[in-house]
């Protein structure tokens, strides 16, 4: 079982490490997101520097890429519950650190939240509008992706505390994203974190 299991991280890290956000850029931009804005290659550098629809691809790319991850960790598991555990581990951790670009990455938040929409749609969704709330009333995505984290693991020990892997899955997310946002924080903290804006 635990070979199983490797296999499935990997096959998830691989799918996680296709980077939608790189893709679109290298077709609408003709370059690199990662040499634009803030250098992250996600959703919200593509929506400040290419624009709206742009950005869109780049959600959907991304929820499809982790929506495989997980049928595919399902159909290799047969039914096992840790199945979406791993795959949404594994794709986060493939779209932060892609193997196929160079390992620098996005921040994993849209593939966190389809994964934890998998993995308990009524925490997962709660937890996906509070976080969208956060993000429309301040501006700051950052402030709302951490928040939003930080959240699920709240709803973990309150609602599935008998779950243990559950927990360990909500904690690993949740330490990714902070970990990812480490920068935000610091520029949250001192009052120069760049505001959402839908100009483009």
């Given at each position: 079982m635990l070979l199983k299991n490797l296999f499935v991280l990997l096959i998830s890290y691989l799918l996680g490490s296709?980077?939608?956000?790189?893709?679109?850029?290298?077709?609408?931009?003709?370059?690199?997101?990662?040499?634009?804005g803030?250098?992250?290659?996600?959703?919200?550098?593509?929506?400040?520097?290419?624009?709206?629809?742009?950005?869109l691809f780049v959600?959907?790319?991304?929820?499809?890429?982790?929506?495989?991850?997980?049928?595919?960790?399902k159909l290799l598991l047969k039914?096992?519950?840790?199945?979406?555990?791993?795959?949404?581990?594994?794709?986060?951790l493939g779209h932060n650190f892609p193997l196929y670009f160079k390992f620098k990455g996005g921040k994993g938040?849209?593939?966190?939240?389809?994964?934890?929409?998998?993995?308990?749609?009524?925490?997962?969704?709660?937890?996906?509008?509070?976080?969208?709330?956060?993000?429309?009333?301040?501006?700051?995505v950052s402030l709302g992706s951490i928040l939003g984290a930080v959240f699920f693991v709240v709803l973990s020990f309150l609602l599935r505390a008998e779950n243990p892997d559950f927990i360990v899955f909500a904690c690993m997310l949740a330490l990714l994203a902070i970990y990812m946002h480490k920068s935000n924080i610091q520029r949250l903290l001192s009052g120069t974190e760049s505001k959402l804006s839908f100009k483009k």
């Open positions: 296709i980077s939608t956000s790189i893709i679109i850029s290298k077709i609408m931009l003709g370059d690199d997101i990662r040499n634009h803030s250098g992250n290659a996600g959703a919200t550098n593509t929506l400040r520097t290419i624009g709206k629809k742009a950005a959600v959907l790319g991304d929820v499809l890429k982790t929506v495989l991850a997980i049928l595919a960790a039914g096992d519950p840790t199945a979406v555990y791993i795959a949404g581990i594994g794709a986060v938040i849209v593939v966190s939240a389809t994964s934890m929409i998998f993995a308990d749609p009524a925490i997962g969704m709660t937890v996906a509008v509070v976080a969208i709330l956060i993000m429309a009333v301040s501006r700051y």
